[in-house]
């Protein structure tokens, strides 16, 4: 008994030693490196799951379920911190007003409808109206269709393929 407690206590303090490496720290400990637009991650985010759910045919930079699933995993934390920024904004009905006005402008009017729906917000018929006719499969269609041919050379795309190793071992999504 005294043995094992000696050998455990060893490696504890032997591994306490070792030196870190700068290399490994994750983009999980330092958060995201890069702003890009909430419209663009939203899009890109939408794509990559129906990738992963087989609605949509994959991309020339991402083959296949697996790597759709990995950017998903990647993309994760930028995309938390815009429904957490989005959310937020639900609180003032100015600020409502302000995101149903210009969500077509960034392609956002899904993620603003989903969002209002979730939390319930109450909305003017008016809001109600332009909303709709914004989240029309018309317009998501539009904004779908041109984030798909642009994404593999945009630059989100450069800096989710340089992180997707540190959420290459992460079992959930």
Known sequence: ???KLIISLFFVFSCSFLPQSQENTSTLESGPRQDFPRGELYLVTEIL???YD???T????IPDRGEAELFLRTIRPRMEQVYDDTEAKLDLPEEVENLI???DQDCT???VDDLIREHQVKLSKAQQKTLNHKVSEKEINRCLGFTQSTFCQSELYQILNKEKVDFSFESDL
Not at 58 to 61: I, T
């Open 1 to 3: 008994m005294t043995f």
């Open 49 to 51: 799951a129906k990738i």
């Open 54 to 56: 087989r609605e949509m």
């Open 58 to 61: 994959p991309l020339v930079c």
């Open 101 to 103: 006005s210009t969500c």
């Open 109 to 111: 009017c899904g993620l």
